[in-house]
């Protein structure tokens, strides 16, 4: 048996959205731009599934577009307010993901500059700063992530926002994390990335939500797809995936917090007690309900995460490298964790599939392997000495 | 079946001595868990992170014979064990040995926590290299059977308390058994070309590594011709120099000239024809013995001061737990202070260490 606790990753695939896909790749295909009959089926399933998203997120169909996934949203976003503004600056935090923080270094080389947000212990922006910031001048876009991959730390949005529209700039949030985890209010932001398969879409499948009136510059560009913001053929059975997994997943979620936050709770008090273990996500409403990230003191995540695979429980480093390695999180670097203690860190993802059953197994995995690396650790240092 | 054998972790490099090494253990029955060490990525690759291909090939190994695979990161250990060491032995107008080093502190090290970690009670690498059973069970550091691979010269900082632990499965084996096993099996890598010994130097050389890592530290000078006593050019660097170099000395005229000592201090490269690069005589510190006692001073031996030389007969002059002096019969050229020179007895390794000097 196999306990999947890496949802943060990637959610298994809903039987709601495998069933809405399967029905969109056994229609006769059309393309959605052709003018015929089968084009203009083709075309119902997209704008069905567009207005099946704006539905579950409170917005209008016009302000749903179909991407592929996260890091086009955010990529999108940044460049595309950035070019579409006469200001020079993009005011971020240090602990956004990296299809944030790497399409703002290739700003840099087009005149932009990067202001950095700092973040609290608790990896928190301040409201306050932030408004301080705007009064400066100059800023063409703040992009705040909703809640953090790695740590699970939500923003406090709804005062972020009030200060963005306070000094009239617009917001942009990452919330792949946030979206189908914990209530967002879309409506608090400008600009807002999604991706498909975190909450139990299909990968490579994604929105970006665009409020009307936002100025924004097209990344990809060609057609007149998606109102000349996304250029491109449209990927229709994926946005009706996206769609039915949404709409699942949301509907759901008052039953869900609760449950992964009960889950990961009975989780975290089965290791509390083990040797050198600190935990890096709050039990706080201000934190994801599904994530808890907790270090062992001596024992590499990466050796730790693959040793837990075999014994059959999936769950990530806190931050790998294309190939999987461990690699000092620049998340936790931020928050001021050393590199040696952020190379140690193991996140545990969770979702509303996951039993108690499942966690008091993980536990009993978990402690076993780390009592015995520690005391393999123990035994090591004897042999230093000697 | 598996786990009567019990579970060896692979150090797995992508390329056809490892892949063939676990290949035969997972087919002896072996529970193998596979392993690309992640070392360190190069300055200026954008991703800061080490590329798919560099451990794809093993990972299809893994696949195509049915056991896991995972890329750890040894990025800590290697930079403060290995490359940090090489800079500033370059520096100091050493020529060193980083993949003895690796191989001492990284792979049979840190590598062997991991193995601990990850429950393996042995780990597995694809040197050419054979761990043998004395009569009395004591386990032993040898040669590869093929002495045209033998890798044992870079493997004797082992701890001799790993070597029970320790598996190299084409040591008995020559390198075309091995690609013809990987043939055999249909491994994706039978054909792969040989990597070169250095992984993590870039195309343009050490110097330029040094230069990019401490460019700060490097230090011009002049070179300095024994024969005449005059000063026949100047360098940028002393790192860009290694006892025994011929080339790129600026000296061109009459009998060749070699690199015979190198003074960090001052800068100073000094050269001088052949018999001045000969020596008798050499010390090593930071040694590690792979026998129970350092042997006794008026032991024979024979002692290799690098890889691809010919092992020379030696007289232990002495020898004790920090370091060891022999006197070779016939004399040894070029012997490079930062290299390592190991102590064999016929085919068996005794132990080795850091060569500090040499004279006579």
Redesign the interface.
């Known amino acids: 048996m196999r306990i999947y606790l890496d949802h943060n990753a990637t959610a298994p695939l809903r039987p709601e959205a495998r069933r809405a896909m399967l029905g969109a790749l056994a229609e006769e295909r059309g393309n959605p731009s052709s003018t015929h009959a089968l084009g203009q089926s083709a075309r119902a399933m997209l704008e069905d599934a567009r207005a099946q998203v704006a539905h579950a997120l409170s917005v209008s169909p016009g302000e749903i577009v179909f991407t592929s996934g996260g890091t086009e949203g955010n990529t999108t976003a940044i460049l595309g307010a950035a070019l579409a503004s006469k200001k020079r600056v993009i005011c971020t935090t240090p602990i956004e993901h990296s299809s944030v923080l790497r399409p703002l270094r290739l700003l840099a080389d087009f005149g932009f500059a990067t202001h950095l947000l700092r973040v609290g212990r608790d990896g928190r922006v301040d409201p306050q700063e932030l408004r301080e910031t705007l009064r400066a001048g100059n800023v063409a876009l703040v992009s705040i992530g909703w809640a953090n991959n790695e740590t699970g730390v939500c923003q406090p949005m709804a005062e972020l926002s009030a200060v963005c529209r306070e000094q009239g700039v617009p917001l942009h949030s990452d919330a792949v994390q946030a979206l189908g985890r914990i209530p967002v209010k879309v409506a608090l932001v400008d600009l807002l990335t999604a991706s498909s398969h975190k909450f139990g879409g299909p990968a490579g499948s994604g929105i970006l939500f665009v409020r009307q009136g936002t100025a924004l510059e097209p990344l990809l560009r060609g057609g007149d797809q998606e109102r000349g913001l996304r250029a491109g053929t449209e990927n229709v059975p994926a946005a009706m995936g996206c769609a039915a997994a949404l709409r699942a997943c949301l509907g759901e979620l008052s039953q869900a917090m609760p449950h992964c936050m009960k889950l990961r709770e009975r989780l975290w008090e089965g290791l509390a007690d083990l040797p050198g273990v600190v935990r890096y996500s709050g039990n706080s409403a201000e934190f994801l309900p599904n994530t808890l990230s907790v270090g062992f003191g001596g024992i590499p995540g990466d050796a730790l995460v693959a040793r837990l695979d075999l014994e059959g429980v999936c769950a990530s480093v806190g931050s790998a490298c294309s190939a999987g390695a461990a690699q000092p999180s620049h998340v936790l670097l931020a928050l001021g964790v050393d590199r040696e203690r952020a190379s140690q860190v193991v996140r545990f993802s969770l979702g509303v599939e996951n039993t108690a059953a499942e966690i008091d197994e993980a536990v009993r995995i978990v402690r076993s392997v780390v009592l015995e690396m520690a005391l393999g650790g123990a035994r090591r240092e004897q042999w230093r000495v000697r | 079946m598996a786990r009567a054998l019990g579970r060896v972790l692979v150090a797995m490099s992508g390329g056809v001595d490892s892949s063939v090494a676990a290949a035969l253990l997972k087919l002896a029955g072996y529970d193998v868990?596979g392993?690309?060490m992640?070392l360190w990525s190069a300055p200026g690759s954008q991703?800061?992170?080490?590329?798919?291909d560099?451990?794809a090939d093993a990972r299809r190994v893994a696949a195509l014979m049915g056991f896991?695979f995972?890329?750890?990161?040894f990025a800590?250990e290697f930079e403060t064990s290995v490359l940090e060491p090489f800079v500033a032995e370059y520096l100091r107008g050493r020529t060193p040995n980083p993949c003895a080093r690796c191989n001492q502190f990284v792979k049979f090290d840190a590598l062997f926590?991991?193995a601990?970690?990850?429950?393996a009670s042995f780990v597995a690498t694809g040197h050419y290299a054979r761990v043998r059973q004395s009569a009395t069970g004591e386990p032993q550091l040898w040669a590869a059977s093929d002495a045209a691979k033998d890798q044992s010269y870079y493997l004797f900082g082992i701890a001799p308390?790993r070597l029970p632990q320790l598996l190299f499965p084409v040591g008995e084996l020559s390198k075309r058994e091995v690609r013809a096993i990987a043939e055999q099996l249909g491994l994706p890598v039978a054909h792969k070309p040989e990597s070169q010994e250095v992984c993590f130097a870039p195309r343009a050389g050490y110097a330029a590594l040094v230069e990019q890592l401490a460019p700060d530290r490097v230090r011009p000078g002049v070179i300095l011709d024994e024969e005449s006593g005059t000063v026949v050019g100047a360098h940028p660097g002393v790192h860009r120099f290694t006892v025994g170099q011929r080339r790129g000395l600026g000296v061109s005229r009459g009998e060749p000239r070699y690199v015979v000592a190198i003074d960090p201090e001052s800068g100073t490269v000094r050269v001088g024809t052949k018999p001045r690069t000969l020596a008798h005589g050499l010390r090593a510190s930071g040694a590690n013995w792979l026998v129970a006692q350092p042997p006794e001073a008026g032991t024979r031996a024979l002692v290799k001061i690098r890889a691809r030389s010919a092992p020379v007969p030696v007289l232990i002059e002495e020898a004790s737990a920090e370091g060891f002096a022999v006197r070779a019969d016939s004399p040894l050229s070029a012997v490079t202070p930062g290299q390592a020179a190991v102590l064999y007895e016929g085919p068996r390794v005794l132990g080795g260490g850091w060569i500090e000097e040499s004279w006579g």
Do not use: H, I, K, N
Not at chain 2, 47 to 52: F, M, N, R
Not at chain 2, 70 to 73: M, Q, R
């Open positions: 868990v392993v690309a992640r991703s800061g992170c080490c590329s798919l560099d451990f896991p995972y890329v750890l990161d800590r926590q991991r601990q970690a990850l429950g308390e």
